[in-house]
Nanobody
Framework: QVRLVESGGGLVQTGGSLRLSCAAS????????MGWYRQVPGKERELVAR???????NYADSVKGRFTISRDNAKKTVYLQMNSLKPDDTGVYLC??????????WGQGTQVAVSS
């Protein structure tokens, strides 16, 4: 069984930075694609950034140039460095681990709030 635990969220002013972490249990981390999603009340969950098992990355247009996703397979941890934060970045950030269409897991989320 895989468990994902996010940390690093909080309240920050516009222009500030946060670094989110997602620690995974289990043995499939290095073989899985990892993603960060954002959930805002009343809106669909949206992909913020993804990193494949091979290290390829992709980002939502709204965060390109400001956010960086990375992973440490030895620590079974994925990170999201968020710089130049804006109020629109506010939401619950959820970690996703995807090995295949069946083996997909979610964390509980960490709240990010950006004040104007």
């Amino acid at each position: 069984q895989v468990r994902l635990v996010e940390s690093g969220g909080g309240l920050v002013q516009t222009g500030g930075s946060l670094r989110l972490s997602c620690a995974a249990s289990g043995s499939i981390f290095s073989a899985a694609d990892m993603g960060w999603y954002r959930q805002v009340p009343g809106k669909e969950r949206e992909l913020v950034a993804r990193i494949t098992s091979g290290g390829s990355t992709n980002y939502a247009d709204s965060v390109k140039g400001r956010f960086t996703i990375s992973r440490d397979n030895a620590k079974k941890t994925v990170y999201l460095q968020m710089n130049s934060l804006k109020p629109d970045d506010t939401g619950v950030y959820l970690c996703n681990l995807r090995l295949n269409i069946i083996q997909t897991y979610w964390g509980q989320g960490t709240q990010v709030a950006v004040s104007s």
